[in-house]
């Protein structure tokens, strides 16, 4: 049933995603039906199962807040953000080239 899940989420993103870009939605979702098929036959208890879920599921979270289409108007382009659009606060860009650190005291940025 997870599978079917996973599945019916990369459809639903994808159709957000890619509305109003016919090309891009059919090949999105010819991707998707190719991909599930070539997995249908294997059963529910092998183990490259459920790793192969979770990457469904993490591909349709990252279509459906990550990707933003921009389309070109003139000499400007115009993006559609919708609803599901991940938003950032830029406070990351706010730091500039300072170092950064996280538990431990390790660095995960450097100064350039």
């Known amino acids: ?10 459809l639903r993103a994808s159709r957000i995603a890619f509305e ?3 090309r891009m939605l059919d090949a999105a979702r010819q991707q998707i039906r190719r991909e599930f098929r ?15 879920i ?6 349709a979270s990252f279509l459906k807040t990550n990707l933003v289409q921009g389309r070109r108007e ?31 005291g390790v660095k995960c940025c450097s100064e350039r």
Do not use: C, F, W
């Open 74 to 104: 003139g000499d400007k382009y115009k993006l559609r953000i919708h609803q599901y659009t991940e938003r950032g606060d830029n406070d990351s860009i706010k730091l500039g080239n300072k170092n950064i650190t996280v538990d431990g």
């Open 38 to 52: 070539e997995k249908a036959s294997l059963s529910p208890s092998d183990p490259t199962v459920q790793p192969a």
């Open 20 to 22: 109003g870009d016919t």
């Open 54 to 59: 979770q990457h469904a599921e993490e591909v």
């Open 1 to 10: 049933m997870a599978a079917l899940q996973a599945y019916k989420n990369l």
